[in-house]
């Protein structure tokens, strides 16, 4: 299964990437309004912990339902550092981007050596390179972003696509999609139609797997939207 795979890994020339990212939050910290939402639900599960009813998801709901699913996963290694160090707001503000920026680091890492293992050193180094001059990607790598957490599971997505590990494709494919961006399947349903139709996976099979997978991916999509 894609969970299986976990393995927090960077190189050397990758924590490059890392720090470019850390080096954009300092110099821009403030949030846009479409970070705001993921920014202080990281606050709630840091500062209000177990008082849920104060959380602002449920005070000021707004008309779009919000998953905490990307909050949790930067908000828990934040609060253990917060604990430790007890640093500032602003601080733990900082630290909450950085391990984003790890997270999608990391992410990009693991799409990185899948494309090395399919056209070659080269063209893995260059695609570090080229990632790495550009403004957009480094910049918003520590933004709290729905669409940064799905580019998180797109990069996964692809990375398995890449290693033709399907059952990897379909579960980050799925928790793009159902939890973080719906319009993930307009990149990645092709995808898959594409290996389907040159045969490079049974229809029978994708289906089975998709059966497989849906029955929980959807109810764990429901409860991440509360």
Known sequence: MGCDVIKFKLK???LVMFV???????????NK??????????????????????????????????TFVGALAVAMP????????????????????FILAFYVTWCFSTFRRATKNVFGTQVGNFLLLLTCSQFHF???ASRTLPNTFGMCCAL?????????????FLWWSGLGVLIFRSELMIL???????????????????????FT???HDVPRSRVTLI
């Open 156 to 168: 996964m997505t692809m990375s398995h696509w890449f290693n033709r590990d399907w059952d990897g």
């Open 33 to 66: 309004v479409e970070e705001s939402f993921n920014t202080q639900a990281i606050h709630d599960v840091i500062y209000k912990t177990k008082y849920i009813y104060y959380y602002d998801h449920i005070t000021f709901p707004g008309v779009v339902p919000r």
């Open 78 to 97: 934040t609060a253990l550092i917060n604990y430790v160090t007890s640093c500032s707001k602003y601080l733990t503000h900082q630290i909450a981007r």
């Open 188 to 210: 990645l349903g092709p995808m898959l139609l594409m290996d389907i139709y040159y045969k490079k996976k049974d229809f029978r099979e994708v289906c089975l797997a998709i």
């Open 138 to 140: 480094m910049f918003y």
């Open 213 to 215: 997978y849906l029955p």
């Open 20 to 30: 470019v990212m850390c080096v954009y939050a300092v110099i821009c910290p403030f």
């Open 12 to 14: 050397s020339d990758e």
